[in-house]
């Protein structure tokens, strides 16, 4: 059943000229036949609304428009009620084929950036055509983000041109359609106990926590719980002083085992990264990935992915330890890129996984458009924190706090 008011939904308006495959498209993206589709030019009479939950972005509310011809009447009604779903519009998804471009897509750009609405362009029917020069450029010349699809194609090219969609999506969405999980709050009581396991090594900035443990006290703060912060080596001997067992304990990935050995079982326990990869990304999609790592044959090759550019240190994470652990359980010799900052690589079609950071220094909807990209590639895409515990066989242990997630990945794993 559909809850949520039409307001709260994302509006996304569907322009084009007539038969270009506008409702193809909302057919292929809801995976039913809401709105009719014919040969025909001007099939679509009146405005077609869709509303669904488009996961990982949340409900919107599709609205298929008719499409203009060059012979349309600007004041023709039918026009005029395509023209008026502009106002009500968040984003524009602007569909055209591979060798057409011009007035009216220069028309539907220049209103849609007047509205200061976020625009895709989709290049449909490319199984008839690559797009042409004049289209590549026009898109390129606006400053757009496009994406290449054939509608009518079902299976695995669906899936990742959907995918592609959702990535060019939401990196046009305005803020406040990227609904935010909360990072810990959820995961305890009020008046609980959280223990907080940071390692000061040489990683550790000078003077200060980093981000993700500065943002884990201020959230168990908010939930009015307590707090306490402590280095691995202090760790067992808090438990002495401990008059009861902590309702969660949250550890640097880089000292899991140690926290997983130190810790009562019945505790749960779970790393900052992995907190990160709900908080950021989508954590089904990590416990899901990880599992290729058991597939990789000498001679693959993964991608590390960094947000940020901070200075690398000599025993680096995501440039030296993880490739490492990595190297050691396969056991031979896999290609290993690294890349940091604002880098990430365009075409990520020759990676068999992508491990990402925990993105604090990037915004959800930028994890979000970075992980529907890899989808889009069909390239399973993890995370550090998700990564690590698994290569240290305790990633079962570190979604405890996840019991929904965890029993996934114990189904999948067959353990
Ligand atoms: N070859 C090919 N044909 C497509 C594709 N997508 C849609 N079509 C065909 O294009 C025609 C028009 O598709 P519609 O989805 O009705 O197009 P529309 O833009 O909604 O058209 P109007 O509502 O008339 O403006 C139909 O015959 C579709 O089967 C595609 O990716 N490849
Ligand atoms: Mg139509």
Redesign the pocket.
């Given at each position: 059943m559909i809850t949520t008011p039409k307001g709260l939904r994302l509006h996304i308006a569907i322009f084009g000229r007539v038969n270009v495959g506008?409702?193809s498209f909302l057919n292929a993206i809801t995976s039913q036949d809401v709105?009719i589709?014919s040969p025909h030019p001007g099939?679509?009479t009146d405005v077609v609304e869709k509303a669904m939950e488009l996961l990982p972005i949340g409900p919107v509310l599709f609205l298929?428009t008719a499409?203009l011809g060059d012979e349309s009447v600007l004041g023709e009604e039918r026009v005029k009620r395509s023209m008026r779903v502009f106002d009500r519009a968040d984003v524009i998804v602007l569909v055209v084929e591979p060798w057409h471009w011009g007035e009216y897509e220069e028309f539907v750009v220049r209103e849609a950036k007047r509205r200061n609405q976020g625009i895709v362009v989709v290049i449909n029917k490319v199984d008839l055509g690559s797009p042409s020069p004049e289209v590549v450029n026009a898109i390129s010349k606006e400053g757009l983000i496009a994406i290449e699809i054939s509608a009518l194609k079902g299976g695995q090219e669906r899936e990742q041109w959907i995918a592609r969609f959702k990535s060019a999506l939401l990196s046009v969405l305005p803020d406040e359609f990227v609904s935010v999980p909360p990072l810990l709050g959820d995961l305890i009581p009020a008046g609980g106990l959280v223990v907080l396991v940071v390692p000061i090594d040489l990683e550790a900035p000078k003077g200060r926590l980093i981000l993700p443990q500065v943002q884990a006290i201020r959230d168990i703060l908010d939930s009015d719980a307590v707090a306490i912060v402590v280095k691995e080596r202090e760790y067992l001997a808090l438990f002495e002083v401990l008059t009861r067992k902590p309702d969660l304990v949250v550890c640097d990935s880089q000292v899991v085992m140690k926290v997983v050995a130190d810790t009562p079982k019945d505790v749960k326990l779970t790393t900052f990264s992995i907190l990160f990869s709900r908080f950021k990304g989508d954590l089904l999609t990590a416990v899901r990935s990880v599992r290729v790592l058991d597939d990789l044959q000498p001679g693959d090759r993964i991608l590390i992915a960094e947000a940020c550019s901070h200075h690398p240190i000599q025993d680096d994470i995501g440039r030296v330890k993880i490739p490492r652990w990595i190297r050691q359980f396969v056991g031979g010799k896999v290609h290993i890129d690294v890349y940091a900052g604002r880098d990430y690589p365009e075409n990520l079609s020759h990676y068999k996984l992508v491990i990402h950071c925990g993105g604090c220094t990037l915004n959800r909807r930028a994890m979000l458009s970075r992980i529907q990209l890899a989808k889009g590639y069909g390239v399973p895409i993890t995370n550090y924190g998700v990564c690590i515990s698994y290569l240290h066989g305790v990633l079962d242990r570190a979604l405890s706090p996840f019991p929904a997630i965890r029993e996934e990945f114990l189904s999948m794993s067959g353990r």
């Open positions: 506008k409702s709105s589709t099939t679509t298929d499409g």
